[in-house]
């Protein structure tokens, strides 16, 4: 797991920083809606103060010795290529030329379950090396991040106002039951003190508010909610095809298409509390 805190300065005029929280794009894949991909992050990432965090799964990371390999699961611009051969190195290429013009409202960028099986299997890791050509913060695949929300231009340590972010790219296998992977990420998020909690793997985009009771400075009751959110993803389940893709032999569910959420934190006039929004972006 990493741990970091950061400042992040936002300008007096625009008081509303936006998280924007993705995962499970899936770069490499046949059913990778990456079009989709491209213009969600264009669209969220070009109001003035947004950041981007990625859970994992960037990259499909699926070469020829995983058992879930199958040459009509390869993407045409990969199969096209001349170094067809090299599979990783062409998603490297991909996502990060298409994070190229965002690295420097990158927060950090997380490894998932693909890209793993990959790095402990053929020794080769390829999250590690987007990390580096973008320059940006590798966050594992689990990391709690304290952003310190601050105006710009002030000193005052006081004005800072602090906003704890788990990100874990999830685990488990399919769940047949509707909203069950939600309920165990609720139950796995309790495990850290944080205000929100987002996961992948799962492909589901959903989110709950879990309302927390308490009590301020002034011995008023006082509310401090944690979010818990499934990132969703941008691969397909069912290709348009005879030969099915893996997630279709098990079962897996269709998933929503436009994965990604807007986490919108806007500071409070005169206290340290931040009011927090989530919007499909
Ligand atoms: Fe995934």
Request: hydrophobic letters at 35%.
């Amino acid at each position: 797991m990493i741990t970091f805190n950061r400042i992040v300065e936002f300008p007096k005029d625009i008081p509303e920083t936006r998280i924007v929280v993705v995962g499970d794009q899936h770069y490499g894949a046949a059913d990778a809606d990456l079009k989709r991909y491209r213009s969600f992050i264009k669209e969220n990432l070009s109001y003035p103060n947004s950041w981007l965090i990625s859970v994992g799964d960037g990259l499909d990371a699926i070469t020829t010795r995983d058992p879930r390999f199958e040459i009509g699961g390869i993407a045409k611009p990969i199969l096209q290529a001349e170094n067809n051969d090299d599979i990783l190195d062409l998603q490297v290429e991909m996502f990060v030329t298409d994070h190229e013009p965002y690295r420097h409202q990158i927060l950090g960028l997380g490894l998932g379950n693909h890209e793993n099986a990959v790095r402990v299997r053929e020794m080769g890791n390829a999250h590690r090396r987007i990390c580096t050509a973008l320059n940006v913060k590798n966050i594992g695949y689990s990391c709690i991040m304290e952003l310190r929300l601050r105006e710009m231009g002030a000193t005052h340590r006081g004005m800072n106002r602090s906003f704890k972010i788990l990100t874990h790219h999830g685990f488990g296998g399919n769940n047949v039951t509707e909203g069950g992977a939600l309920s165990t990420f609720c139950t796995h998020a309790k495990n850290f003190v944080v205000d929100a909690a987002f996961y992948g793997h799962k492909h589901d985009y959903c989110y709950k508010r879990i309302t927390r009771v308490g009590i301020d400075q002034a011995g008023n009751q006082d509310h401090q909610d944690v979010i818990v959110a499934l990132v969703g993803t941008y691969l397909k389940t069912f290709n348009d095809k005879a030969d099915p893709s893996w997630a279709e032999t098990k079962g897996f569910p269709p998933r929503f298409l436009r994965g990604g959420w807007v986490l919108k934190l806007t500071p409070e006039s005169g206290g340290g509390w931040l009011t927090t929004r989530m919007s499909e972006g």
